[in-house]
């Protein structure tokens, strides 16, 4: 499908409110990628299994809100009927204007050299999608079965929790699809933040590594990546959880420019915060 058919087809049938994909009522088959990566923490005082859901809770509903939902566990792939929030429609500046700088290149199989950037762009194009708790925008709607690729990881404390996502984009959008690599742990440090900074900025190295392999494994090429991690110091007496996830979704009606939705391809996220009213 061209980008076009996609997002004029990734409207849902709620006026504010964004629903997961495959739900009855959107106007087509195209669907919409949003990513997040989000922690949260919890006093230790009730017991494991509570703990380990309101951490996980106050995750969804940091930053960037996912709160109220039916979290559907999928695998990790933005499709040939899929598109990008933030990187094909309503693009992060940065990446619409090529300003955004790689952090590092991976070499491909073929021998070529991708560029590996930042995913902050992109998690902030997120939230300004959804809005957050304390000032909800077009978030999901309460009690939608929504179909995510996500992972997560619920540790007590005192530890590092951490979470990390990335974004590899095709090469050939004709044939393939963009895949999410998602990942999470705990680390105790030795000593020293540089000593956590350290591992976790290995990690991005890792799973740029790991987006080379799972191409090779179907054959197909990535022309960039985008990486990144959220990281919080769980301290003792706490429970905490790192949440790292992209939520398949249909738009809300209101989140459409007058334009129309293929309006949203030549748009950056600023632009489109001011067509629909922010």
């Known amino acids: 499908m061209k980008l076009e058919e996609v997002v004029n087809g990734s409207v849902g049938p709620f006026d504010n409110y964004a629903d997961g994909y495959g739900n009855l009522g959107a106007n087509g088959l195209g669907y919409i990628s949003v990513l997040k990566l989000e922690t949260g923490k919890v006093k230790a005082d009730m017991d ?3 703990e380990g859901i309101v951490s996980y809770d106050r995750a969804e509903t940091n930053g960037a809100y996912i709160g109220q939902i039916n979290m559907v566990t999928a695998s990790s792939f933005n499709g040939l009927n899929g598109a990008v929030w933030g990187y094909h429609l309503a693009k992060a500046e940065s990446i619409a204007d090529s300003s955004i700088k790689p952090l590092f290149t991976q070499t491909r199989k073929d021998g070529k050299s991708i560029p590996v950037y930042s995913v902050e762009p992109l998690l902030d ?3 300004r999608l959804f809005g957050t708790q304390q000032a909800k925008r077009f978030p999901l709607l309460p009690g939608a079965h929504v179909n995510c690729a996500v992972k997560s990881k619920t540790v007590q404390g005192p530890t590092l929790v951490w979470s990390a996502i990335a974004l ?5 959008r004709e044939k393939d699809s963009n895949l999410f690599i998602e990942d ?4 105790i440090p030795e000593h020293t933040q540089e000593a956590r900074d350290k591992y976790l900025d290995s990690l991005l190295h890792k ?3 790991s987006i080379i392999r799972c191409g090779d494994d179907s054959n197909v090429k990535y022309k960039e990546i985008f990486v990144g991690y959220k990281a919080e110091w769980i301290p003792e007496g706490y429970v905490g959880c790192a949440l790292t996830c992209a939520p398949y979704v249909v738009l809300a009606k209101n989140a459409i420019p007058k334009a129309g939705p293929i309006s949203m391809l030549s748009m950056t996220i600023s632009q489109w915060e001011k067509q629909v009213g922010f």
């Open 207 to 209: 799973i740029a590594v």
């Open 184 to 187: 999470a742990g705990a680390f």
């Open 48 to 50: 494991e299994v509570l």
């Open 168 to 172: 590899a984009i095709a090469e050939d």
């Open 125 to 127: 194009a997120g939230k």
